[in-house]
């Protein structure tokens, strides 16, 4: 018997990766959902360095890091295997998939801050997104490094899902058909995927939070830049 | 007949990274020094979207970003395994190789800063070596995550060699056998492996070499900050 618990959150990317792994794979398990202002005892215990979600516990073991949590759902629960067969490929996928990971954080700036700032991460998150655009092979496949799921896409993941949430409230749209015709396609692909497709947040839900966690943090940067 | 190539930079961590791991696998390869005021168009073309050293070119075929490059290389060559067979000490492994990689740059600082930010930086890398010293499992192996050398330890490598020149040259000392007992005996274990010792850049060499470095990068900042 498999015991598998995720601590989460349910507005989190980084919760959505593992979320969305788990039922990419048919694991059953356990979510627990996380309040940030007052974080479980069982959280802090599982996650010492970062105190933060997403949890996996699998038999009672615990790891944290979205991405090593994708990676270690992978290689335990074989069926639909999110790394290629050839060694090479595979450096591929985990180039892309660390590129992104890297990138994230950046690529939501436009989102935490106003004025200048915002304007220079905008640029930044433009070419992050033309670097994906044009290098990561979308031009010819229909995910990165395959045409299948892959890694480096569940890493990008939030950018088919949380990104326009954050784009609407803002009010940008960096994702357009003519500006990024092959991410614009890949959004399509990713989102079309059932265990993708029926693990989302409700939009609407996503737009209240975001909007409440953009106005707290507007208010601590003025506050400390100004 | 396998054909590796190494476009690297003798005096850089992430080069060594490399060399060493091809060093402990026993892979023959050509190794190309680049001179980054004047990189080579090979470099450009095999990365593009860094232009940086490592690169790593098997039967013509090229890759870049250090780690991605180990573990391609670990997964290629099977002798003397970078990685647990467990998937979960896999994972723990992977944890700790992400969580160094990240903080590598950062670590760095107090030898590219001077005056207040120094100061700070040089806290961030305590509290970063306090991490790593308490939360490793380097108290009960003499390696991150078992008894012979990892992908972890090769991602923490630079701190065993090219940290002590960062110190001689700022006038600090990190790891010392009071501060960090377990990270001291690691460093020793690192030290000590034939494929590591055998292929260090001189000492004498990096001091002049990284004297050089910081003298351009403050005279740097100080032109932007100041």
Request: charged share 25%; with cysteine; net charge negative.
């Given at each position: 018997?498999?015991?598998?618990?995720?601590?989460?959150?349910?507005?989190?990317?980084?919760?959505?990766?593992?979320?969305?792994?788990?039922?990419?794979?048919?694991?059953?398990?356990?979510?627990?959902?996380?309040?940030?202002a007052n974080k479980s005892s069982?959280?802090?215990?599982?996650?010492?360095?970062?105190?933060?979600?997403?949890?996996?516990?699998?038999?009672?073991?615990?790891?944290?890091?979205?991405?090593?949590?994708?990676?270690?759902?992978?290689?335990?629960?074989?069926?639909?295997?999110?790394?290629?067969?050839?060694?090479?490929?595979?450096?591929?996928?985990?180039?892309?998939?660390?590129?992104?990971?890297?990138?994230?954080?950046?690529m939501m700036e436009f989102f935490?801050?106003?004025?200048?700032?915002?304007?220079?991460?905008?640029?930044?998150?433009?070419?992050?997104?033309?670097?994906?655009?044009?290098?990561?092979?979308?031009?010819e496949k229909m995910f990165i490094?395959?045409?299948?799921?892959?890694?480096?896409?569940?890493?990008?993941?939030?950018?088919?899902?949380?990104?326009?949430?954050?784009?609407?409230?803002?009010?940008?749209?960096?994702?357009?058909?003519?500006?990024?015709?092959?991410?614009?396609?890949?959004?399509?692909?990713?989102?079309?995927?059932?265990?993708?497709?029926?693990?989302?947040?409700?939009?609407?839900?996503?737009?209240?939070?975001?909007?409440?966690?953009?106005?707290?943090?507007?208010?601590?940067?003025?506050?400390?830049?100004?």
């Open positions: 018997m498999e015991d598998v618990k995720v601590f989460g959150l349910w507005s989190s990317p980084y919760t959505q990766r593992v979320v969305w792994t788990l039922k990419l794979k048919g694991v059953s398990y356990e979510y627990y959902g996380e309040d940030l069982l959280l802090l215990q599982y996650n010492p360095i970062y105190k933060k979600v997403p949890v996996l516990v699998h038999n009672g073991k615990p790891m944290a890091e979205s991405m090593v949590i994708v990676e270690y759902i992978d290689e335990t629960w074989p069926p639909f295997p999110l790394l290629p067969q050839d060694a090479y490929e595979r450096s591929n996928v985990r180039f892309w998939s660390k590129f992104i990971e890297e990138k994230s954080m950046h935490l801050y106003d004025g200048e700032r915002q304007e220079r991460a905008i640029k930044e998150t433009l070419e992050t997104l033309r670097v994906i655009e044009k290098e990561s092979g979308l031009s490094g395959g045409n299948t799921i892959g890694l480096a896409d569940i890493a990008l993941g939030w950018v088919a899902h949380t990104l326009p949430v954050m784009e609407e409230i803002v009010g940008v749209k960096f994702i357009t058909i003519d500006a990024f015709p092959h991410l614009h396609s890949w959004v399509k692909n990713f989102l079309e995927i059932p265990a993708i497709k029926n693990n989302l947040p409700p939009h609407e839900l996503l737009v209240e939070y975001f909007k409440e966690r953009r106005k707290v943090f507007l208010a601590m940067t003025c506050h400390h830049h100004h």
